[in-house]
């Protein structure tokens, strides 16, 4: 069965430094979506991506945070000069059908900021 | 408050009973879903409501959706111990291009 597949699955960063998380959506799939947890509590809306090109994005994702379809699998998140609140699960999703359909996570990647 | 408030916060019961969740909203909805999120894991899409259905089954879930009131109920029938989990409503709020998620309700079913 097809899966949103996400890399690192752990990060260890000192503040200041960047990140990049990687994910690749289902392979049909053409709505793109990055989501963060802050230790098992609210999943948190930060950015959608749809026709290269951000649909929607929320007060958290600001200058700090950039997102990349590099090719035609894999999508990015960077976070540029990473801080100590930025320690959270980071989820990517894609949906197929609508921007409102089911979307399919992967299984996150957990940044730890030190 | 905020879209999409899950209650209650956290449920514990024993397996073979059913557990009824609920989520409260505030903006109109193109559809409501549910997902189920196991400790540490991505989230799981449970199930798919349309503003325009009031009562969808799958399996042992029942989701019933009141538009008038602006809430929804995720009902599991039958609890087993691996239906353990925390389980997030999320409203397609018309007009935006995203999901919004609420807080999440920790079910615990104890064997």
């Known amino acids: 069965e097809p899966e949103v597949t996400q890399t690192p699955s752990h990060q260890v960063t000192q503040m200041g430094q960047e990140v990049i998380l990687h994910c690749v959506p289902i392979?049909?799939?053409?709505?793109f979506y990055w989501y963060r947890q802050i230790l098992g509590q609210k999943v948190e809306f930060l950015v959608s991506?749809?026709?290269?090109?951000?649909?929607?994005k929320s007060e958290i994702f600001d200058d700090q945070f950039s997102v990349e379809r590099p090719d035609g699998s894999n999508f990015t998140l960077k976070i540029r000069s990473t801080k100590l609140e930025d320690s959270a699960m980071y989820f990517c999703?894609?949906?197929?059908?609508?921007?409102?359909?089911?979307?399919?996570f992967g299984e996150g990647s957990r940044l730890t900021v030190l | 408050s905020q879209q999409g408030e899950e209650d209650p916060q956290a449920l514990s019961i024993q397996e073979g009973e059913n557990a009824t969740m609920n989520c409260s909203y505030k903006?109109?909805?193109?559809?409501l879903q549910w997902y189920r999120q196991n400790s540490g894991r991505g989230l799981v899409h449970l199930i798919l409501?349309?503003?325009?259905?009031r009562e969808k089954h799958s399996g042992r879930l029942r989701v019933t959706l009141d538009t008038s009131k602006k809430s929804s109920s995720l009902l599991i029938t039958a609890s087993r111990a691996a239906d353990t989990a925390s389980y997030f409503c999320a409203t397609d709020v018309w007009g935006a291009q995203k999901l919004v998620f609420g807080q999440g309700t920790r079910l615990t079913i104890n064997p």
């Open positions: 392979s049909n799939h053409l709505y």
């Open positions: 999703a894609s949906s197929g059908r609508t921007n409102t359909g089911e979307l399919f």
């Open positions: 903006t109109s909805i193109n559809n």
């Open positions: 991506f749809y026709n290269n090109e951000i649909s929607e």
């Open positions: 409501i349309r503003s325009n259905e």
